[in-house]
Structures are given as C-alpha cells and as structure tokens.
C-alpha cells in the first residue's frame, strides 16, 4: 500500500507542477523555436502514458529504495538522477536529430526534469511516511 500512495502522491505534485511549468513556458519556450510543429491540443494517450511510465520508473527506482532506507535524500537524489536521465534522452535526442530544436530548450527542459522529478520523488516519500503507517 505504502508504494501505491508513494505513486499517486508523487502523481499530484508532478501533475500540478508539469501542468503550472507547461502553461508558463509553452509560449514562452517551446512555441517560438518549435512553431507549428506544436499541436495546439494535447495528445492525451501518449500524454497520459508518459506520466504513468515515469511515475512508475520514478516510484521504483528513487522512492522505494528511500522508503526502504528511510531517507528522504535518497528520494531527492534518486529523484534527481531519473529525471536528468529521463529528460535527457528525450531531449539530446531531439536536438541531435531535429533542426528546429535549440540548446536553450535542452538545457531548459533537463533542469526543468530533474527539478520535478526530484520534488515529485519526495512527494512520494513524504506522501507514503505520512498516510501510511
């Protein structure tokens, strides 16, 4: 149960804080290097499908290792390095292979990963500590 609870509550901040970073720097960041290369709607399904494999990937390998040490450091760091990785591939990839990418989104869009998925991994630490006994 405590892994189910540490999966939704990481599941609510990332998707609060994805949701309020998305809404800010969408027109700001993304739409004036990537233009019509954006869909002006969501694509739900695959949307849908990335968060619950990277809260899955997050759940697994930062806060279940930290649960199990009690650490809430283990979460932020574990956390941290995930999401690095996790953006990362996502975005080197794109700005090795598309040429309307640009470094600043890369280096935007990794910093803003490894932020989020550090802070959701310790939601989910917390999360898990605090409503499960």
Known sequence: M??????????????????IWL??????LYRPVLGDWMNRQVNWPPAIAFYLLFLFGLTVLATAPALQQGSWTKAAINGAVFGLVAYATYDLTNHATLGRWSTTI???????????????????????RWLVR
């Not at 405590?2 to 949701?19: E, F, G, I, K, N």
């Open 2 to 19: 405590r892994y189910v609870v540490a999966y939704l509550s990481s599941a609510l901040v990332m998707a609060v804080l994805d949701a």
């Open 23 to 28: 809404t800010l720097m969408g027109d700001r």
């Open 106 to 128: 890369t280096l935007a869009d990794m910093a803003w990963g490894t932020f989020l998925a550090c802070t959701a991994a310790m939601a989910g630490y917390f999360g898990s």
